[in-house]
């Protein structure tokens, strides 16, 4: 079953707004929440990744963040631009499982020009 | 410096034959892992493999097989093909597998 679920499953945003997409867990052991980039022919590229122990990080325009309670996180895409146009995929790691990564469904996003 | 580097990019083959595909991971990557991506399923993990010992397996059946090799060059197999197995297979490596995986471009696998 999925272990990861994602939402939405599409988004589309003009450019300089802010997409959010939210993920959500039941597995508390989960410890690594990575976000990953997808182009069309490419693989799914690193973009950001937290820890539970921290509830906000920042990176150049993304951010994630994480309520460990809620048991929720989410990536927030800052002055969106074209280029930003790709499907995102959030993912969660279990200590016990090896280094498995377990990908939500994915959200596809449309940056207007 | 190079990235992971999957071959063939391309592959159709008919039910019930087998295909082997392979990934040369970042060098010095002892961590490579597979993965299969479908618009239904999402991606899926399949297995983990590091110093040529398989670590993790995920929940597919035993028509999925793979190895590691000494360079750490790995390949994976699936024999008994099913229209099903149509799909994007992904390879990824990682020094320290917390860190972060890189993923290849893939192989397109298509299944007549």
């Known amino acids: 079953q999925q272990q990861v679920k994602q939402s939405p499953q599409s988004l589309i945003v003009q450019k300089g707004g802010i997409p959010i997409i939210n993920c959500a867990y039941e597995?508390?052991?989960?410890?690594?929440f990575p976000w990953y980039q997808q182009f069309p022919g490419k693989g799914p590229a690193l973009l950001i990744a937290?820890?539970?122990?921290?509830s906000e990080k920042k990176e150049g325009r993304f951010t994630i963040s994480f309520n460990k309670s809620a048991k929720q996180f989410s990536l927030h895409i800052m002055d969106s631009q074209p280029g930003d146009s790709a499907t995102y995929f959030c993912?969660?790691?279990?200590?016990?499982?090896?280094?498995?990564?377990?990908f939500g469904k994915g959200t596809s996003l449309l940056v207007t020009p | 410096k190079a990235g992971v580097t999957q071959t063939p990019r391309y592959l159709i083959k008919t039910r019930g034959q087998q295909v082997t595909l392979s990934c040369s991971p970042i060098?010095?990557?002892?961590?490579v892992s597979w993965y299969q991506q479908t618009p239904g399923q999402g991606l899926q993990f399949l297995f983990e493999?590091?110093?040529?010992?398989?670590?993790n397996k995920g929940n597919f059946p035993g028509r999925f097989s793979g190895r590691q090799f000494s360079n750490s060059r790995s390949e994976m197999n699936v024999s008994t093909l099913e229209l099903g197995d149509s799909a994007l297979y992904l390879c990824?490596?990682?020094?320290?597998?917390?860190?972060?995986?890189?993923f290849g471009s893939g192989t397109r696998l298509t299944v007549v």
């Open positions: 597995n508390t052991a989960f410890d690594y």
């Open positions: 060098s010095g990557h002892r961590s």
């Open positions: 993912a969660a790691i279990h200590p016990n499982s090896g280094y498995a990564l377990n």
């Open positions: 990824a490596s990682s020094l320290r597998p917390r860190d972060g995986y890189t």
């Open positions: 493999y590091f110093s040529e010992t398989q670590r």
């Open positions: 937290i820890r539970p122990d921290v």
